[in-house]
Each structure stands twice: as structure tokens, then as C-alpha cells.
């Protein structure tokens, strides 16, 4: 165990002994060529590199190593050397300070490997910067930092009654300039609700410049001592590597961000002069041949959205994430929700766009729609919503107007007004002409029923056991349909009555005589009496 023991230090000390007799060759080197010089000499070198030669390598050498000596930042512990296929660098956060190469070996009598090391030492040791520590530095940084911690005290004081100030102002300003926030007639937000929130949003904002204060402050005072340096760095790296990202961010996007406005605001202009041509014709006062004004509303609200549209279209692409492949999807699912949920949704609008250009009716019209009467209420590119004389609202689905007919009572009352008509069955035994008198009559009496054109009859029908009498009058008043055909029938009966006149049905008709008569008792006479029911024998 001993022999052992004895033969590693023995080897040892063979190793240590090379080693030192290398060290002392190199030592040896006579001095030539130009010299690497740092505080002092540091080394020569004879040889160059690529196209520089020996003086202006060195001259270059020399450079980066004053520029490293004259920089704050950089150390000597930051040195590397960085092993490439002809040359070995020495570097210092990626700035090259020389590289080694086979020449420079051959000079030293060595490796490139050791050669490397022996330059890197040399370096490391020639470029370690010698600190003083400065007493009377640390004083003054000790006042300079007591007074930026006096001021901040003594001025956050003042920056709290400021804020107070503000408070009492804001308070002062309800119902003034801070008002209440309607749409229409509902009041969305009451001043002191407002008022309220201001005054909120205000102490977050006192808050948030507190806290930036503060956080500027710190690195400035752990600046001003030498161990504290690296944390004031830091800091001030979190503040401006976000800033610094932002401005570039902004500036790269500000053409993108010009384009857009550009185009926002010319359509804006575009529109607004669509609309003005809109309301001129709306109010008759710009007259387009075979363009009819109350198509004026809905072709704006059709050109507007496909402008809109196609602005969105070429606006996206621009917007920050319009290019990213997440946006991109979310778009397309949403756009594919709108197309398979909303197919029903989209044939209601292309059919109420169909509705407005075929102008069957227009709000205010009294209409029939399959089996449903009324007014019109209103028109969206959805429905329509019908008001029926029972005052029930009935909507129908704009598509279903397309598929069932529309009777519109409205617009024939544009003319001589409308033909309300009623139908009565008289027997044979009754003349016709005492009929036809007795119906117009019963027609002039109707309240808001027009004198000229004269109301007039049809014959309708000559069936087995009577003649159909229609009766025809004109109204201007088409929202009291119901009620002038109640009062149009209740004179006809009366007008049959006093004329001894029965409306019969023909089943009735076929058993005469031995029944009461259909008349009214106030309308017979006062000695009437039934007649008997007679049979003749032969």
C-alpha cells in the first residue's frame, strides 16, 4: 500500500514538474511582435489573421479591450472561449476579444488547446477590474437616497389631499355636469349612481400612480449603492423590455392602424351621404322615376350592411390578431353556427326584402294574411305583427308571406274607397225592385258609408226556392269594417221589417201557412192573428 501511495506522488510531482518547465519556456519567449496591452503589457503577438495583419490585429485587440476596461457592466468572470473548427475565440457576452489560432501555437511552441488556456489567463487576470471601495461615494449616496425617501414622504401627503380635492369636486358635479344616462326612456344610470363610480374609478387611479411611483423609485435608490445595482436593473429591465416591446408592437402596426382609419372613416362620410339621399327621397323631395319613397328606409339598411360588410372583410386581415391561426378558427366556428342555426333567420330576412319591393302593404293597412285580419303594426325583416279588431297581435314569419295570398283593404280606399258587400235571400213572391229599394236604402242609412258613388245591387243567384240579393256600398273608414257591417245589417232587417218583407230560408218557406210570421211583433199590426193552417180537399 505504501509502494502504491509513493507512486502516485511520484507521478504527481512528474506532472507538476512538466507543467512548470512549459510555463517557464513560455516565460522565456524573448518579447516580439506587437504588444496586447490591458493596464499594462499583457503579452505579444507576431502572428495575423485573415486578411489583417500582425500590427492591425493587435490594434483591434487592443480596442475591444479598452471599450471592455471602460464599460460599467462587463466583468472578468463573463470571459469564455468558444472552440470552432480552425480557431479558438475568447469572448465576453458575445463580443470576440481574440482568437487563437495554429500559427499563434506554433509561436508558443504548444497545442492550440493549451495555447487558448495560457492567452485566456493572461486575459482573465489582465482584465480583472480593481475596485476601491469609496467611502465618502457611500455617504452621499446614503443622503441622496434619505432625501428622495423625504420628498416622497412629504409629497405623498400632498398627493392625498390633492386626490381629496378631486373627490369634493367630483361630488360637487353631480346632477351638473355629471348627469343621468338615458336611452330612449329608460334611465340606464342615475347621476348619483355615476357619480359613484367616477369617484371609484378615481382612487383605483390614485392607487395605480402610487404604485408606479413607488416602483420608479426603488430602482433608482438601489442604483445608487453597488450591491443593491444589479436589483435596480432588474427592475428597470421589468418596466422597459415591456415598453420597449410596446413601441416597437405600436410602431410596426401604426400603417395597419392608418389604413384603418383611413377606411373608417371615409365609409362613415359614404354612409352619412347614402342616408341624406335616403331621406330626401323618404319625404318625396327627391323624386327617382320607378323608385318609390317608401323603399327608400330599407334599401339603405340593405346597402349599409353590405358596405359594412365589406369593409369588416378588408379591415380584418389588418387587425393585430388577424393573422393568427387561433383567430382564424374561432372565426370560422362562429361562422358556421351562423349558417346551420341561422338558415330559417336568413330566409325570413331575404323574404321580408322581397315583401318591401313587392309593396303589398305597409304599416297602418288593414290587411287579410291567410285567415288573419287586421292592422299592420309593424314591419321587420323577421315578421310582420298584425293587430286583429280583437286587439290580439298576431306575428307572422316574413317567409310565410310568400307562400299565402294578402288581401289589402287599404289601398283600394286610395280611390273611390272600399266596396263593403253583404248578401240577403228574398222568395220569389217578393218583387225585385221593392228589394233593391229597401237594400239601398238600409245602405244609405249606415253611418260612414259614402252617399256618391250611390250604393248599388246584384242578383246574384236564382235558386229553387229564392233570389240572392247583394248589396253594395263604399267606405273611406276601412278601420270600422266590423262595425259598419253590424250596422248595415241591423237596417236591413229593419228596413224588411217595416215593409213586411220576410228573410226567409227556403226550408222555412216550404210550410207557409198555420205558423207565426218571422216578423216582429212591434212590427205587425195590432189585430194580426195567425193564420190557420189550410188544407183543401177535392
Avoid at 513560455?26 to 500590427?55: H, M, N, R, W
Avoid at 374561432?330 to 349558417?339: D, E, H, M, R, Y
Avoid at 326584402?353 to 292592422?375: E, P
Avoid at 241591423?490 to 218557406?509: C, K, L, R, T, W
Amino acid at each position: 500500500m505504501k509502494i502504491v501511495f509513493s507512486f502516485l506522488i511520484l507521478i504527481l510531482s512528474f506532472q507538476g514538474l512538466r507543467a512548470q518547465v512549459e510555463t517557464d519556456s513560455i516565460t522565456q519567449i524573448k518579447p516580439a511582435g506587437f504588444p496586447v496591452i490591458a493596464k499594462d503589457t499583457l503579452f505579444y503577438l507576431q502572428q495575423g489573421i485573415g486578411p489583417f495583419s500582425a500590427e492591425e490585429r493587435v490594434k483591434q485587440i487592443n480596442r475591444k479591450i479598452a471599450n471592455f476596461l471602460s464599460s460599467d457592466t462587463q466583468v472578468a468572470d463573463s470571459l469564455k472561449v468558444l472552440k470552432n473548427n480552425m480557431t479558438q475565440d475568447i469572448i465576453v457576452e458575445g463580443t470576440i476579444i481574440m482568437s487563437v489560432t495554429e500559427k499563434d501555437a506554433i509561436q508558443l511552441g504548444l497545442n492550440l488547446n493549451r495555447t487558448t488556456i495560457y492567452y485566456y489567463e493572461i486575459l482573465q487576470e489582465g482584465l480583472t477590474k480593481e475596485t476601491v471601495f469609496d467611502w465618502q461615494g457611500l455617504v452621499i449616496n446614503i443622503l441622496i437616497a434619505l432625501l428622495i425617501v423625504g420628498v416622497f414622504l412629504y409629497g405623498l401627503k400632498y398627493y392625498n389631499r390633492f386626490f381629496r380635492v378631486i373627490y369634493i369636486k367630483i361630488h360637487a358635479q353631480e346632477g351638473k355636469l355629471i348627469k343621468s344616462i338615458s336611452i330612449k326612456n329608460y334611465q340606464l344610470l342615475k347621476s348619483e349612481i355615476l357619480t359613484r363610480i367616477i369617484v371609484y374609478a378615481t382612487k383605483g387611479l390614485r392607487i395605480v400612480i402610487l404604485v408606479l411611483v413607488i416602483y420608479l423609485l426603488l430602482p433608482i435608490l438601489f442604483s445608487l449603492f453597488p450591491w443593491t445595482q444589479g436589483i435596480a436593473d432588474t427592475l428597470f429591465q421589468l418596466i422597459l423590455t415591456p415598453l420597449k416591446k410596446l413601441g416597437i408592437g405600436l410602431l410596426s402596426y401604426l400603417p395597419n392602424l392608418l389604413t384603418i382609419v383611413v377606411t373608417v372613416v371615409v365609409t362613415r362620410y359614404f354612409l352619412k351621404l347614402i342616408k341624406f339621399f335616403r331621406v330626401e327621397i323618404e319625404n318625396s323631395r327627391l323624386i327617382v322615376p320607378g323608385f318609390y319613397p317608401d323603399w327608400a328606409r330599407p334599401t339603405y339598411n340593405i346597402l349599409k350592411g353590405i358596405i359594412l360588410a365589406l369593409v369588416l372583410i378588408g379591415i380584418f386581415p389588418l387587425l393585430p390578431m388577424g393573422e393568427s391561426e387561433s383567430f382564424k378558427g374561432v372565426s370560422a366556428f362562429f361562422g358556421l353556427l351562423i349558417a346551420l342555426g341561422g338558415a330559417s333567420a336568413i330566409s325570413n330576412v331575404i323574404a321580408g326584402v322581397v315583401v318591401t319591393y313587392m309593396r303589398s302593404f305597409k304599416v297602418g293597412d288593414r290587411v287579410k294574411i291567410g285567415d288573419v285580419m287586421g292592422d299592420v303594426k309593424e314591419k321587420s325583416l323577421l315578421n310582420t305583427r298584425i293587430k286583429t279588431i280583437k286587439n290580439e297581435i298576431i306575428t307572422i314569419p316574413n317567409s310565410n308571406l310568400l307562400t299565402s295570398h294578402t288581401i289589402n283593404y287599404t289601398t283600394a280606399n286610395d280611390e273611390d274607397g272600399l266596396i263593403l258587400h253583404t248578401t240577403v235571400t228574398i222568395g220569389y213572391d217578393v218583387p225585385w225592385r221593392q228589394v233593391h229599394e229597401l237594400l239601398i236604402e238600409a245602405g244609405l242609412k249606415t253611418e260612414f258609408v259614402k252617399k256618391m258613388p250611390h250604393p248599388y245591387v246584384y242578383q246574384t243567384s236564382l235558386d229553387d226556392f229564392y233570389v240572392s240579393y247583394q248589396i253594395n256600398v263604399r267606405t273611406r273608414e276601412v278601420q270600422k269594417m266590423s262595425k259598419i257591417y253590424s250596422d248595415l245589417h241591423q237596417n236591413i232587417q229593419d228596413g224588411f221589417n217595416a215593409a213586411g218583407v220576410e228573410i226567409m230560408s227556403p226550408h222555412y218557406g216550404a210550410h207557409r201557412d198555420g205558423n207565426q210570421s218571422t216578423i216582429p211583433q212591434e212590427n205587425l199590426p195590432a189585430d194580426y192573428l195567425a193564420p190557420w193552417f189550410r188544407i183543401k180537399k177535392d
